[in-house]
């Protein structure tokens, strides 16, 4: 019987933060022992404490520590999910850009979508980039995904859905941009290719600061995970990785002003939205 105390799940807890900016509440402890156990049977560890010196010093490529991140992390997503804030990056927001790009001269177009899960978020984003910008073959548009879950990437790089996924897609954008295979609903290649997958710790710092140039993030129900001081180091560093003009997107249940002020917030229509000025 593999011994579950919970001072050491505490302790476990205080690691995972450390190096994700996760911070995981006293009332998660028995959904983290259930999970964790499997873990230490698969490592031979007898207690907490032995797995946790297990990840301090002998998990040298950062391994098991992805397995058990994979494990409790939860991959709650589905394609359009929360409309209203999609509506108003589809309406609003993205014709404001083009036409500033127009004047510019340039024709890129770069999103980012960190915290991507299985990928139905970056799809839905290339789904309404092709049906909003009406000249898109002569724009270049590139979506970036990232996320801390290697085995949510690797589904998301699939891109086969179930019918759960799929529920909110309304049906002329299933006809043009799925097809149905094997008992999956499969995202056909012209929006697939609009994306690019990368794993992604938000507490890396290094990697952040390298992830610049884009005209909008979506960061979506993902830093409610995250403690005040690991909310706003990750926001400051979106606010680096946005150009001028650009926008962010939290969840419906997030604020971007309740983080930084650094992002102005504007009205359009029905919808308020931050954008770096």
Known sequence: MIAVSTTELKDLINLIYKKTGIKFEEKKLYFISKRLEKRMEATGCETVREYIRYLKFRDKSGDEFQELMNLLTINETYFFREFPTLQAFAEHCLPRVIENKKKT????????????????????LAIICKEMIDDFDEWDVNILATDIDRNALAKAKLGRYSDRSVSKVPEEYYEKYFYYDNGSHCVVDEIKKLVTFEHLNL?????????KGFDFIFCRNVLIYFDDISRRQVVN???MALNKGGYIFLGHSESVGRITTAFKLKKYGEHLVYVKE
């Open 203 to 211: 507490m890396d710092s290094v990697n952040l600061r390298k992830k």
């Open 105 to 124: 001269g340039s024709n890129k177009i770069r999103i980012w979508s960190a915290g991507c899960s299985t990928g139905e978020e970056p799809y839905t």
């Open 237 to 239: 560093h979106f606010y």
